[in-house]
């Protein structure tokens, strides 16, 4: 027996010093850290238990059956991240380049089905080149198993994808279908097809980072909502995202001990707001003065700048906040901001976190580009996610709130619970001065002096219908209060709605807009 444990030890310590010095020195010449370096980073410190370490594939053929190394390029099994469980599968590019054959595939499968059945979350770190191609089609087979259980698990348990090196082809649709994409700059790509394939179809030529480097994706396509310079960093902020969600769906997220009073007045966020509609300002320093200590996590936070989607706290409660940003397109809606609130809407519904809205919107942005766009189809999402939504949802109305985008953003009419506004909100379906040249066009046409004549009607028009409380004045908005009072009243509002309990119809699923 004891030589039998020795043998035992000897394949252990084999297999935690993965397959050479060499692989390992290749790795840390890209800039890039081992994958239980990744894995120790990421968990509690002498929490991870790994799941079939000894495992090595059984294909032939191609020189495969000469090399049969442990793990057979991806290390699976489960820790915790501030003492609450977590599941992690990560690809070891120095094994096969962390290609996905049959056997690694059903690692991945089985630390799936686990984190699902336990209701945990599930982090995976990618750093892979794809299918293993000596094992053919039975490869391509394996990613098909992982989408199924990525579809299977979406809105059960946080799913969350880590890029740290590679990800081409069909492996990109993995990360894709999962709640979070984190990437790290330089080292990590993502695209369906390579710079060589690109070149040789259509001409272009461009390096891996210009075609699906962290920065493109964070900025331009929206495939990543979180980029940044290190894996340290990335990983850090990882677990700082865990800390906001709920193990799965039949929790709510974990609260945390907050010393910021519940009743702290706000009194900076009548200097940080300008009462003129057309002055722009910086939506995040309102959610600063408004939120717990002034901390929030912001989701694809240089994609769709025009409108910001966070999580932060309440109280200590989560809470996920939707707010238009007045400093880029004045805050309009377009097809890239409806597309990324509407994501972030469900995956607040689905894992039972508060939605607060902060209106400060002039309406869809026009243009042929935008029509032909589909903005319809787009903007529709988001109306979609906010109607089906059944969490508490509360809005707040700073300044415009204008045409079909204020009733897109959660309004009462959509089943908002609480609506409020502050003193400076305008109501209305359109700006007083497109409203006055539509009713008043022959009016002003027939005036001596036109430009007095639509000053004064302007003037009649936002007496008549744009006041500060003729909203509050029809049910429209629950109460009108001072912004001084903003942390307060959102507060007490997610308190008496901690209870909430919404019955939904009897269906398979929705059919959303595509």
Not at 78 to 84: K, Y
Not at 136 to 148: D, E, P, Q, S, W
Not at 188 to 213: H, R, W
Request: hydrophobic share 40%.
């Amino acid at each position: 027996m004891r030589s039998q444990v020795e043998e035992l030890a000897g394949i252990r310590e084999r297999v935690l010093a993965g397959p050479s010095e060499k692989a390992t020195a290749a790795q840390k010449a890209k800039g890039k850290l081992t994958v239980r370096e990744r894995i120790g980073l990421l968990l509690d410190d002498g929490s991870f238990h790994e799941v079939e370490p000894l495992r090595r594939h059984r294909a032939t053929g191609f020189g495969l059956e000469a090399k049969k190394p442990y793990t057979d390029g991806v290390v699976t099994g489960w820790g915790t991240v501030e003492g609450r469980t977590v599941f992690v599968y990560a690809h070891d590019f120095r094994i096969f380049g962390g290609a996905l054959g049959e056997a690694h595939a059903t690692k991945i499968h089985k630390i799936m089905d686990m984190a699902i059945a336990a209701g945990a979350p599930l982090v995976s770190l990618n750093d892979g080149a794809g299918a293993r191609i000596q094992e053919g089609v039975t490869a391509l087979a394996g990613y098909g198993g992982i989408f199924r259980r990525n579809t299977k698990a979406s809105g059960v348990i946080p799913q969350i994808s880590v890029m740290l090196g590679p990800c081409a082809g069909g492996a990109a649709y993995s990360p894709a279908l999962t709640d979070f994409v984190f990437m790290v700059r330089e080292t990590s790509q993502m695209f369906i097809t390579g710079p060589d394939v690109v070149k040789a179809v259509t001409g272009e030529e461009i390096t891996q980072n210009g075609l699906g480097g962290a920065d493109v994706h964070a900025e331009t396509s929206g495939v990543c909502h979180f980029a940044y310079d290190d894996e340290e960093t990335c990983l850090e902020e990882v677990r700082y995202l865990l800390s906001l969600l709920p193990r799965n769906n039949r929790e709510t997220p974990p609260a945390a001990p907050c010393d910021d009073p519940a009743d702290r007045r706000c009194d900076g966020l009548a200097d940080l707001v300008p009462a003129d509609g057309n002055r722009p300002y910086d939506m995040t320093k309102v959610i600063e003065e408004i939120v717990d200590d002034g901390e929030y996590l912001e989701v694809h936070q240089r994609w769709a700048r025009n409108i910001i989607c966070a999580l932060a706290r309440l109280d200590g409660q989560v809470v996920g906040i939707v707010a238009n940003q007045p400093q880029t397109l004045a805050g309009v809606l377009d097809i890239e901001a409806s597309e990324k609130a509407a994501r972030f809407v469900q995956m607040c519904d689905a894992f039972s976190i508060p939605i607060v809205t902060l209106l400060d919107v002039p309406g869809f942005l026009p243009g042929v580009g935008q029509e032909h766009g589909g903005i319809i189809r787009h903007g529709a999402k988001l109306l979609y996610a906010y109607c089906d939504a059944t969490v508490p949802r509360i809005s707040l109305i700073l300044r415009k709130a204008y045409g079909g985008a204020y009733i897109v953003m959660d309004s009462q009419s959509i089943g908002a619970d609480l609506t409020y506004a502050w003193p400076t909100n305008e109501i209305a379906v359109m700006g007083a001065e497109g409203a006055a040249g539509v009713i008043f066009r022959r009016q002003i046409a027939e005036a001596d002096d036109p430009e007095a004549k639509r000053a004064e009607l302007v003037k009649e028009y936002k007496a008549e219908l744009m006041h500060p409380y003729y909203a509050a004045e029809r049910g429209l908005v629950d109460d009108v209060i001072d912004p001084a009072d903003t942390r307060r009243v959102l507060i007490g509002a997610l308190a008496m709605l901690r209870t909430k309990h919404a019955e939904r119809p009897a269906r398979k699923h929705g059919n959303p807009p595509q």
